[in-house]
C-alpha cells in the first residue's frame, strides 16, 4: 500500500476491482438501480433510477422502458428510491422537482402538454436521448467502471491540505441539465455530456478537489458563521471567495485542459475569455462592489451570470478567471505553491495573494478592505 497527502492509504493497483451488484428489495426500482462500489478506493458510485437504461439485468431493461413510456404505474416506487432522490435533492425542493420529473416520465417518448420551463427542456432532453440511445449509455457505463479512481483522488489530494479527508459519492444520471456538478460529499455526473474520448481522469480529480476544500470549510466556524448569516451580502461574499478558491485550483492544477485551448469545442470561448481577461477581472470588482451595495435582484442575477453557466457556452467567466489568477500567482516567485494549497484552509487570502503576484490590474485595494471589513475577517 503506497501513501498521498493526507496520510490516506491508496492501492498501488494499476486498477481498482469494481463489484456490480443490485440494489433494493425487489421490484422495478431495484432492477432500475444498480450500486458499484470499489473495493480499494473509497469511492461509491450510486446509478440512480434514472439511469434506467442501466439498472436492468438479463436483457429485459427495453421492457422496463416500454413500461415507463406507456404509463406511470409505478413511478411513484422509482421516484422514491433514495439513489433517485440523491438527484433531485441536489435540484432543491424534492417534492416539486419529483413532480416534475413524474411529468416528463409519464408523457416519454413525447412530452408533457404544457410549456416546459429550461430546466424541464433539459431534463426531457437527457431522458429521451437515454431512451434512443441506450447502447452508448452502456458504453459510456462501462468506461467509467473501469477508470482508475486511486489515481485521480491522488492528484487531488496533491493539491490539497495535509489530512483531508476524502469519502466521495458518485452519482451517474442522465441529468441532460447539468453535466456535473458537486454537492457536498456526492459528485453528479451525466452520461448525457460524457465523451470517453476526450475526459480524462483530472476531470473528475477537479470534482474530487472540491470535495476536499468543502471538508475544510464544514469544519472552519468563520465560514459557517458568516454561511448563515442573516446578512445575505455575507453569504455572497463568502461564497464568492470559496467559489474562486475551488475553482480556481481545480481549475489551474486538476483540469487545466477546461481553461487552456486545444482540447476540444472550447477553444473560440477560451481565446475570448484570454482577450477580455482584464474585463472580467472588472466584472468581478463591480461584482463585489454590487454584493456591498445590498441590492439584492441585482446581486443574484450579476452572481449567476458570473459563476454559472446559465447560458449552455461551457464554461462561466469565473471559472476561468479564477484559473487564470492561480496560474499567475503558481508561475510568480512572490508566491509559493505551497500558499496556493493552503489558500483551501485560508480562502481570504485568495486576492491577497493576487495582488502580491501580479504588479498591473490588482484587485482594488479599498473594495477588497471593504469587503473584509463586512466579514469581519482580517487578513
Known amino acids: 500500500m503506497g501513501t498521498v497527502p493526507g496520510n490516506r492509504k491508496i492501492s498501488k493497483l494499476k486498477r481498482s476491482r469494481l463489484r456490480i451488484t443490485t440494489r433494493g428489495t425487489g421490484g422495478p426500482a431495484s432492477l432500475f438501480t444498480s450500486f458499484v462500489r470499489s473495493r480499494y478506493s473509497r469511492i461509491g458510485f450510486y446509478i440512480p433510477c434514472t439511469l434506467i437504461i442501466h439498472g436492468y439485468q438479463d436483457g429485459r431493461g427495453r421492457v422496463l422502458l416500454d413500461r415507463l413510456?406507456?404509463?406511470?404505474e409505478n413511478l411513484s416506487e422509482v421516484l422514491s428510491h433514495p439513489d433517485l432522490q440523491l438527484w433531485l435533492k441536489a435540484y432543491g425542493n424534492v417534492s416539486v422537482v419529483e413532480e416534475k420529473v413524474r411529468i416528463i416520465l409519464e408523457a416519454l417518448p413525447g412530452k408533457p402538454e404544457h410549456q416546459l420551463g429550461l430546466w424541464e427542456e433539459?431534463?426531457?432532453f437527457g431522458l429521451k436521448?437515454?431512451?434512443r440511445e441506450t447502447d452508448g449509455m452502456r458504453r459510456i457505463m462501462d468506461g467509467i467502471t473501469?477508470?482508475?479512481w486511486d489515481e485521480t483522488l491522488d492528484i487531488a489530494l496533491k493539491y490539497l491540505p495535509e489530512d483531508t479527508r476524502l469519502d466521495p459519492v458518485?452519482?451517474?444520471?442522465?441529468d441532460g441539465y447539468n453535466g456535473g456538478m458537486f454537492k457536498q460529499d456526492t459528485i453528479f455526473l451525466s452520461l448525457i455530456y460524457f465523451d470517453l474520448s476526450v475526459v480524462s481522469l483530472e476531470s473528475f480529480?477537479?470534482?474530487f478537489h472540491h470535495m476536499g476544500a468543502e471538508y475544510w470549510w464544514t469544519k472552519d466556524a468563520v465560514i459557517q458563521g458568516l454561511r448563515s448569516s442573516e446578512d445575505p451580502r455575507k453569504k455572497y461574499i463568502v461564497d464568492l471567495f470559496t467559489y474562486t478558491v475551488k475553482e480556481g485550483l481545480a481549475n489551474a492544477f486538476c483540469s487545466p485542459q477546461a481553461i487552456t485551448k486545444g482540447y476540444g469545442e472550447l477553444d473560440e470561448l477560451i481565446h475570448l475569455y484570454?482577450?477580455?481577461s482584464d474585463q472580467i477581472l472588472i466584472d468581478l470588482e463591480v461584482l463585489m462592489d454590487k454584493i456591498l451595495s445590498g441590492n439584492l435582484e441585482e446581486i443574484s442575477t450579476s452572481y449567476y451570470d458570473f459563476t454559472m453557466d446559465q447560458k449552455g457556452i461551457g464554461l462561466p467567466p469565473g471559472h476561468f478567471l479564477s484559473g487564470s489568477m492561480v496560474r499567475t500567482m503558481d508561475s510568480s516567485p512572490a508566491v509559493s505553491r505551497a500558499e496556493l494549497i493552503s489558500l483551501v484552509k485560508e480562502p481570504f487570502n485568495f486576492f491577497k495573494l493576487y495582488n502580491r503576484a501580479v504588479e498591473k490590474m490588482q484587485i482594488s485595494q479599498d473594495l477588497l478592505?471593504?469587503?473584509?471589513?463586512l466579514l469581519g475577517v482580517s487578513v
Open 369 to 373: 478592505e471593504r469587503v473584509y471589513a
Open 69 to 72: 413510456e406507456n404509463g406511470s
Open 146 to 148: 473501469s477508470y482508475d
Open 129 to 131: 436521448k437515454a431512451l
Open 205 to 207: 480529480s477537479h470534482e
Open 170 to 174: 458518485m452519482v451517474v444520471t442522465v
Open 274 to 276: 484570454e482577450e477580455t
Open 122 to 124: 433539459r431534463i426531457h
